[in-house]
């Protein structure tokens, strides 16, 4: 079992910068692939960036070239660094761990309870 806390997120304006945590505990970190998901009111929870156990990263199209993830296993955490916010980014933002990478949110095994990031224009 791995539990997930994120925390971080907020109210800020277009063009600002946030970074997310996400505090791991459980099982053995390092042997997880972490990720982000985000879901907008009315929307369907969409896949933000991953990293592997490796330390691979991948990312959303949405968010290629503003957002960047990184994992410091240890401290148990992943992070997410969201520059030049949009308001379309505005979601509540989950963190997800799983055996393998994924890109698709069936294929996560562990959620945590989200964090809301509200961007204003």
């Known amino acids: 079992q791995v539990q997930l806390v994120e925390s971080g997120g907020g109210l800020v304006q277009a063009g600002d910068s946030l970074r997310l945590s996400c505090a791991a505990s459980g099982r053995t970190f390092s042997n997880y692939a972490m990720g982000w998901f985000r879901q907008a009111p009315g929307k369907e929870r969409e896949f933000v960036s991953g990293i592997s156990w490796r330390g691979n990263t991948y990312y959303g199209d949405s968010v290629k070239g503003r957002f960047t993830i990184s994992r410091d296993n240890a401290k148990n955490t992943v992070y997410l660094q969201m520059n030049s916010l949009k308001p379309e980014d505005t979601a509540v933002y989950y963190c997800?761990?799983?055996?393998?990478?994924?890109?698709?949110?069936?294929?996560?095994?562990?959620w945590g309870q989200g964090t809301q990031v509200t961007v204003s224009s």
């Open positions: 997800a761990a799983g055996s393998s990478p994924f890109t698709r949110a069936s294929l996560a095994g562990y």
